[in-house]
């Protein structure tokens, strides 16, 4: 079965800095989730990456797909107090229902 | 009201109590599921319900009872729980239809705490 390991399991960072999160999968990626958890809450959906080398961006956030790796990195630039949370990977693929989740990084932005 | 709701978002239950998590999603989707959440582990897949119909129960103990009456509601039936089973129960719908599934989009959990 597939497995995704994030790294680091947790970051402390100062606000003002950016940050990087991987996300490598044990299996070829066909698609490739990112969610953000608050503490003790439900997942907010942040983006989807399905083609290799395909970049997505929402705010602050971006997201890249290394098919080759079997990776994916999420980088937050110029990090805020809101971005704090546990962020977690899902990988999709054909025969995989539904998706198969990473233990997730636990972000803690520091002022 | 949109997205994803679930009730109650905070549980105390004894080992011999029985209860009820809710699950209602507003967004039209055909499928629906049950996670559980346990400190340092990954989300663990319970249960799915694909057009009402259970298609997964990942080796779930039977303390544990799904019932899914309608695509927008999801119930999980909980009876003599362990102190184990205390974590958070996310649950999730998304539309299925192709090789890939769409997004899932989860509720806020209920946090579970057995005694």
């Known amino acids: 079965s597939q497995e995704l390991e994030q790294s680091p399991q947790s970051l402390i960072v100062q606000e003002g800095k950016n940050l990087t999160i991987n996300c490598t999968s044990s299996k070829t990626l066909y698609g490739l989730y990112w969610y953000k958890q608050k503490y003790g809450e439900g997942l907010i959906f942040l983006m989807m990456l399905q083609k290799g080398g395909e970049e997505k961006s929402h705010e602050k956030i971006t997201a890249k797909l290394d098919e080759k790796k079997q990776q994916s990195s999420l980088h937050i630039t110029a990090s805020q107090p809101s971005h704090a949370g546990i962020y977690l990977c899902g990988a999709d693929n054909p025969g995989n229902t539904p998706l198969v989740f990473g233990k997730g990084t636990r972000l803690s932005v520091i002022a | 009201e949109t997205g994803v709701t679930q009730t109650p978002r905070h549980l105390v239950m004894g080992m011999t109590n029985k209860k009820s998590l809710k699950c209602e999603q507003h967004l039209g989707h055909n499928a629906m599921y049950w996670y559980k959440q346990s400190a340092k582990k990954p989300l663990e897949l319970m249960f799915v319900y694909n057009f009402k119909e259970q298609t997964e129960n990942n080796s779930v103990p039977s303390r544990f009872s799904p019932e899914c009456p309608n695509s927008s509601h999801l119930f999980l039936h909980l009876h003599t729980l362990q102190p184990e089973d205390s974590a958070l129960y996310l649950c999730?719908?998304?539309?299925?239809?192709?090789?890939?599934?769409?997004?899932?989009?989860f509720g806020p959990g209920t946090r579970l705490l057995v005694l």
């Open positions: 999730a719908s998304s539309q299925v239809g192709g090789s890939l599934q769409e997004t899932q989009y």
